[in-house]
C-alpha cells in the first residue's frame, strides 16, 4: 500500500508548518531594519522569503545561516522543523530525516515534528514509522486533522475500515469542507460497497479538482448503483477533457456492456487496452453479470 505525499502548491500551507510562528509584528521588522546587528531575524526574514518564492535552496542556506549564527537560540528548533521541510522539497530525503530528528531531541513535546517526520516516512515508504508519528500526532491532539487523514487513509488500504472510519468521522467534524475530507469518505465509501454516500463527496472533488481520476470513480460509483445515465454523463465530460485515459474508456466499456451493447463495449474496452488499461481487468467486464 503506498500513499502518495503530494508536493505543495504554490500558495497553500504545509499541515504542519511553523514559518507563520516565526513572523514578527510589522513595528519588530521595522526595528530589526534598523538595527542591522540582529543577523538572525534578518537571516530567518530572507528565509521565510524564499520559502514563498519556492525558492528552496536559498531558505536552505539561510536557515543553517541563522541557525549557525546564533546555535543557543530556542528558535532553532521552529528552524529545524522547517529546514527538515525544505530538505523533503528538493528531496534530500537523508538530510530532512536528521533535521527532523534533531528537532525532536531539543523538543520532544513538539507534536507538528512528529506530523513532519511521518509525511517524510511516508514519503520513503516506511509506512510503520509513518504511522507511529502519527498515532503519536493523533494522542497528543484527537482534533488533528493531517493526522486523522493519513492515518485513516494508511488504515483504509490495509483494511482497517473500522480505524478509517473513525478517523474520517472526527476527520469531517473538525475539517468538513476540505480537499482532504473529500478524497477521504469518497474513498471509504467507495472502497466499501456504499457508492451512493461516496457521489457527493467525488462530485465536490470534481468541482475543485476536475481530473481523470475523479471523473472515472464517480462513473464507478453510478455504475455499481446502475444509475446508467448519470454515469454516462460524467464519463462523456470525462472523455471530452481526457480523451486519451484508459480508465474512462474502461468505464464506458462497462456502462456500454449494461447496455447489451456489446459492439460499442468491446471497441471502448480494446481502447482502454490501448491506453494502458489492464487486459485481465478489462476481460473481466465480461465474465461477471450485469
Known amino acids: 500500500m503506498i500513499i502518495a505525499v503530494a508536493p505543495l502548491l504554490a500558495g497553500a500551507v504545509d499541515p504542519f508548518d511553523y514559518t507563520g510562528q516565526l513572523q514578527k509584528s510589522e513595528m519588530e521588522r521595522e526595528a530589526v531594519a534598523d538595527d542591522e546587528e540582529d543577523v538572525y531575524m534578518l537571516l530567518v526574514g530572507e528565509a521565510e522569503t524564499a520559502i514563498a518564492a519556492n525558492d528552496y535552496y ?28 525544505m530538505y523533503m522539497r528538493v528531496d534530500q530525503d537523508s538530510l530532512a530525516m536528521q533535521a527532523f530528528d534533531d528537532a525532536l531531541r531539543m523538543a520532544p513535546s513538539m507534536t507538528a515534528i512528529y506530523g513532519n517526520r511521518a509525511l517524510l516516512r511516508l514519503k520513503v515508504g516506511d509506512e510503520a514509522g509513518a504511522l507511529d508519528d502519527f498515532n503519536t500526532v493523533v ?8 493526522g486523522r487523514y493519513y492515518r485513516g487513509m494508511m488504515a483504509l488500504y490495509s483494511g482497517d475500515v473500522v480505524q478509517a472510519e473513525t478517523d474520517f468521522h472526527v476527520l469531517q467534524r473538525v475539517d468538513p469542507a476540505s480537499y482532504n475530507t473529500n478524497v ?16 457527493p463527496f467525488y462530485e465536490r472533488l470534481i468541482a475543485e479538482d476536475p481530473s481523470a481520476e475523479y471523473y472515472a470513480a464517480l462513473a464507478g460509483c453510478y455504475l455499481a448503483i446502475d444509475y446508467l445515465s448519470e454515469a454516462s454523463a460524467t464519463i462523456q465530460q470525462g472523455i471530452v477533457k481526457y480523451p486519451d485515459d484508459a480508465e474512462l474508456y474502461y468505464y464506458r466499456a462497462w456502462l456500454n456492456n449494461k447496455r447489451y451493447m456489446l459492439d460499442d463495449a468491446k471497441a471502448d474496452a480494446a481502447k482502454a487496452v490501448k491506453l494502458g488499461a489492464d487486459p485481465q481487468r478489462v476481460v473481466a467486464l465480461f465474465r461477471k453479470g450485469k
Open 184 to 199: 477521504a469518505l469518497s474513498s471509504l465509501y467507495s472502497r466499501t460497497g456504499r457508492e451512493l454516500l461516496a457521489i
Open 139 to 146: 494522542a497528543r491532539d484527537s482534533l488533528n486533522a493531517t
Open 58 to 85: 536559498t531558505a536552505i542556506l539561510r536557515l543553517r545561516e541563522a541557525m549557525a549564527n546564533e546555535p543557543g537560540n530556542p528558535l532553532n528548533v521552529m528552524l529545524l522543523s522547517n529546514l527538515g521541510n
